[in-house]
């Protein structure tokens, strides 16, 4: 599928979720188990695509005439201080995020809150960590 | 590690925004290494000596931690 193609498929996606999601907020009078939140979520992830879609084939033809701008967008974006800089914000928000984890699976289990919820934190912190040391392994093996 | 950066650039007459374009790297690049607040890649290393005709050890300049 061509970048244009897949711009394009992703804004009507997103277009065809929003509506379903509208549809079904205004259809079912009295929503059951997850069907509460399905029309939510599909209303969000719609917004959500529909916006990304929509932005990219903007953004390409707005630079479309102008190969200047684009070269100047594409050294910015594969400028070498910039993707270290990146990275480097990447990696500390990572080890901010797995002191909020902890803090968070504390204060769950102090609070009382469901097990399931509990549980689920606990595994999802679980395969951060496992893909943290995924990557470490994959590339010890690489570099 | 020290580089020899400005004095090169100045020397030649060239502006940052014409050393980074010829780099493809960004102005601020260009500005953080001559400033040595960056260190650059042993890629962009060599593609700055070799934009001078020098050598790396010539642009930049190795110091031992103390």
Redesign the interface.
Known sequence: MTRKAREYATAIMGLLLLGIGLYLVKTIADPQGFMRALPFVCVGLGCGAFGHGVSDIIFRRAVAGHPDIQKRIDVEKNDERNISISNRAKAKAFDVMIYVFGALMVSFALMGVDMVAVLLLVFSYLFVEGCAIRYRCKYDKEM | MKNRLEELRKQRGIRQEDL??AL???R??VG?LENGR?N??I??AFKIARYFGMSVEDVFIYEEEK
């Open positions: 980074a374009a493809e790297v960004s601020q690049t953080s960056y650059p890649s890629l962009l």
